[in-house]
C-alpha cells in the first residue's frame, strides 16, 4: 500500500547541507574529496569521519572553510552518531551519506534536496553496482516509492530528527536505521537510480565481506541485470537503458539496441 504524500518539511535546497563521510581507509581519500567536490549543490559541507587515520591536512585545507574533519575510534556506527552529534552543535541541517570508495554523480545532492521536501529519510533502495568492470543495475528495492530500506551509503535525512545509529549481528546498521524511522512514524523513500554508484573491489575491504563471484551470484538470483561495461553516463541518466523492461522479464539486454531516449527508469 502506497503511503500518503506528507506535508512539505524545511527547504533544504536554500540551506547548506552536511555531508557525512566514514573515512576509515587513506587510500580512497581522493575518490572522498573528488565526490564533494564534483556536486553541483552549492552550499555543502564536509564531515569527514576518521577513524584513527591521519588525513591529508593539505588536501582538506583545499576546501577552504568547508570541512569539518571528525575523529573516532569507535565502531562506524557509533562514529556516525558523533557526526549527527557534533553537526546539531552547529546548529543542525539536512545530512546526507556518502561511502569513502563508491562514486557520486554531480546532481546526487541536489536530487536528495529536493526529496527533503516532502519525506523524512531518503536514499537509494535500487542503484547501479559496479563489479568486475561490468555495471549491475540491482533490484532489491524499489525506486520512485516509499521504501523499508535504504542502501547505506545514500541515506540522508534531518540531523534533528535522525534515529541513533546502531548495530545488531542479525541487521546492519542502516537496516535498522530505517526501521527506527519507521517505528517513529516518519516516511522512508528510495528515489530514483541515477547518481550512485556502488562500487566492488577485489583489492579492498568492505563491510559485507563476500568474494566478487558471491556477490555476482547473490545479485543474479535476485534479478539483478548485467549492463555490460561500466559507464558512467548510464548511472547519471545521460544514456538511458530500457532497464524496466528488462527487469520486468523481457528478452536479453543488447548493449547495441538497449538505448531509449525518452522516459524514466524506476
Not at 537509494?124 to 524499489?142: A, E, Q, T, Y
Not at 563491510?207 to 553516463?233: F, I, K
Amino acid at each position: 500500500m502506497r503511503l500518503p504524500v506528507p506535508t512539505p518539511l524545511r527547504d533544504a535546497e536554500t540551506d547548506s547541507v552536511w555531508v557525512i563521510v566514514p573515512f576509515s581507509r587513506p587510500e580512497n581519500l581522493d575518490t572522498v574529496l573528488g565526490n564533494f567536490s564534483r556536486q553541483s549543490f552549492p552550499s555543502k559541507k564536509l564531515v569527514l569521519v576518521e577513524n584513527g587515520l591521519a588525513v591529508g591536512a593539505s588536501k582538506v585545507r583545499a576546501l577552504e572553510n568547508s570541512a569539518l574533519v571528525l575523529v573516532s575510534e569507535a565502531h562506524q556506527s557509533v562514529a556516525k552518531n558523533t557526526a549527527l552529534h557534533e553537526i546539531r552543535k552547529r546548529g543542525g541541517g539536512f545530512c546526507v551519506t556518502m561511502d569513502d570508495d563508491d562514486w557520486y554523480g554531480p546532481q546526487y545532492l541536489t536530487e536528495a534536496c529536493g526529496y527533503a521536501k516532502t519525506y523524512d529519510v531518503i536514499g537509494k533502495s535500487r542503484h547501479f553496482l559496479s563489479m568486475d568492470g561490468n555495471l549491475w543495475l540491482c533490484s532489491r528495492g524499489r525506486a520512485n516509492r516509499p521504501e523499508t530500506w535504504l542502501t547505506g551509503g545514500t541515506i540522508a535525512c534531518w540531523s534533528e530528527d535522525a534515529p541513533k545509529y546502531q548495530s545488531s549481528v542479525n541487521h546492519g546498521e542502516d537496516t535498522l536505521f530505517c526501521q527506527s524511522a519507521l517505528a517513529r512514524g516518519m516516511t522512508v523513500f528510495g528515489t530514483d537510480i541515477y547518481h550512485y554508484l556502488y562500487r566492488r573491489s577485489a583489492t579492498q575491504e568492505h563491510a559485507w565481506r563476500v568474494t566478487p563471484r558471491q556477490l555476482r551470484d547473490h545479485e543474479s538470483e535476485r534479478g539483478a541485470l548485467d549492463l555490460g561495461q561500466e559507464d558512467l553516463d548510464i548511472v547519471t541518466g545521460e544514456r538511458l537503458v530500457e532497464a524496466d523492461r528488462l527487469l520486468s522479464g523481457g528478452s536479453a539486454y543488447n548493449p547495441n539496441v538497449g538505448i531509449m531516449s525518452t522516459g524514466t527508469m524506476g
